[in-house]
């Protein structure tokens, strides 16, 4: 009896041991794995992904479902990617991308990288993170999400976040993005005896285009060590980590190697249905208000630029026009790959767009509230004034409310 007994306590073990390996499998198969699954269960809610409904602060966006259930993402079955570095480059409309980010990270109940303390536009110095520059959670719990300002520097990210790390950027049109510096920062008082206007009445930005070159070696600007927004060369290929080591087509190749996805901020639109579709992201996630992206153009629109210029200014800024010129050509090339259905979804996310902007901007009713159907591309999104105030918040309202939840998900006293 005693070797019969102790048959069935061994099949009862393998039995047992085939039904965890089925399960893990099961797990890995649906795509669980990640984290996401025991997070909702943490937070209690149902299905698999987050409601953004406001509760002491918390979001009131509507149910977002999986993308990978039918008509959510073109119905193509996935999981949600939600590790992401942002790089933010200077002058590119990378402001609402930010917000865009810090956003995702607080609906879905992410870890983001926050700086240790204060109102800080970026974490490090230059090229560097140390670990007093950022806040300390117990356990050094790796990042999710980073979308504040750091010069691009892979084996920082290596050391901070988790190895499936996508990284993200946005370049603009170099002439676009110079004259958007010069009216932020004011860029004639940083040339030698360059004045606010020049002959005529001409603007600084016009005076500097006339020799490029010539104005570069006299450029007086004072460039702060940890934040650096002053440029006028090659300022977005130094964003992304450029040194003057690599070649134009050198640094290219390295940031096409290294970066998942480049939008470009002329097609903006554009470049949000590829992210969301790469990352497999639900249309909620790529919402943004579309009155601040307006009031970012900064900038002389209507400039008398001559060809003769644009050319100069390439000279002068090669990499800028080399990285610009194959990440346009990139995109354009990408959404052919993605058939007539990408147009489809790019055209029903611009009407949602601008069905958000008219209620946002032009109905100002108490207690209003407004509900996009459903669509191949969309389950229900529900509006209300609190959600047009959320699409408005910046860096600075994340910030404080994501460090509020982080000190409180992790115990942390504020000191």
């Known amino acids: 009896?005693?070797?019969?007994?102790?048959?069935?306590?061994?099949?009862?073990?393998?039995?047992?041991?085939?039904?965890?390996?089925?399960?893990?499998?099961?797990?890995?198969?649906?795509?669980?794995?990640?984290?996401?699954?025991?997070?909702?269960?943490?937070?209690?809610?149902?299905?698999?992904?987050?409601?953004?409904?406001?509760?002491?602060?918390?979001?009131?966006?509507?149910?977002?479902?999986?993308?990978?259930?039918?008509?959510?993402?073109?119905?193509?079955?996935?999981?949600?990617?939600?590790?992401?570095?942002?790089?933010?480059?200077?002058?590119?409309?990378?402001?609402?991308?930010?917000?865009?980010?810090l956003r995702y990270a607080h609906q879905h109940d992410l870890i983001p990288a926050l700086p240790r303390r204060g109102d800080f536009p970026s974490i490090g110095c230059g090229t560097v993170i140390k670990e007093n520059n950022v806040l300390q959670l117990p356990g050094n719990p790796k990042w999710n999400i980073f979308a504040h300002h750091f010069i691009f520097n892979k084996t920082v990210f290596d050391r901070f976040m988790h190895p499936d790390t996508r990284f993200v950027a946005i370049l603009r049109n170099p002439i676009a993005r110079l004259n958007s510096v010069f009216d932020y920062f004011k860029m004639w008082k940083f040339f030698k005896n360059m004045t606010e206007t020049g002959p005529g009445g001409q603007s600084a930005i016009?005076?500097?285009?006339?020799?490029?070159?010539?104005?570069?070696?006299?450029?007086?600007?004072?460039?702060?060590?940890?934040?650096?927004?002053?440029?006028?060369?090659?300022?977005?290929?130094?964003d992304l980590g450029y040194n003057s080591l690599d070649t134009a087509t050198e640094f290219v190749s390295k940031v096409d190697k290294q970066f998942s996805m480049i939008l470009i901020l002329e097609h903006l639109n554009h470049s949000l249905v590829l992210l969301k579709r790469k990352m497999c992201w639900s249309l909620n996630d790529i919402i943004y208000d579309v009155g601040r992206r307006q009031r970012e153009r900064k900038g002389n629109t209507s400039l008398p630029i001559t060809n003769e210029m644009k050319a100069r200014y390439r000279e002068s800024s090669p990499v800028d026009h080399a990285l610009y010129d194959h990440f346009k050509r990139s995109l354009w090339q990408q959404i052919r790959l993605e058939g007539a259905s990408f147009l489809e979804e790019l055209s029903h996310f611009q009407q949602v767009l601008d069905d958000i902007s008219v209620f946002c901007h032009e109905q100002k009713e108490k207690g209003r509230q407004m509900i996009i159907p459903a669509s191949r591309w969309n389950e229900p999104i529900t509006m209300s004034g609190h959600t047009c105030y959320l699409l408005t918040w910046q860096r600075t309202n994340w910030d404080m409310i994501i460090r509020r939840r982080l000190l409180k998900r992790f115990g942390i006293k504020k000191g």
């Open 1 to 101: 009896m005693e070797f019969g007994g102790l048959r069935t306590i061994k099949t009862c073990l393998a039995v047992l041991i085939l039904l965890s390996g089925t399960v893990c499998l099961l797990l890995q198969y649906v795509g669980l794995e990640s984290g996401t699954f025991w997070r909702q269960l943490r937070k209690g809610r149902k299905g698999i992904y987050s409601s953004m409904t406001r509760v002491q602060g918390q979001l009131d966006f509507s149910e977002r479902h999986s993308p990978g259930s039918p008509g959510a993402n073109g119905s193509i079955a996935c999981t949600p990617h939600d590790n992401v570095a942002f790089i933010k480059v200077y002058k590119c409309g990378s402001s609402t991308l930010q917000s865009f980010f």
């Open 206 to 238: 016009m005076t500097y285009l006339q020799d490029p070159s010539g104005w570069d070696k006299v450029f007086v600007g004072r460039h702060r060590r940890c934040y650096a927004g002053r440029c006028v060369k090659n300022c977005m290929a130094r």
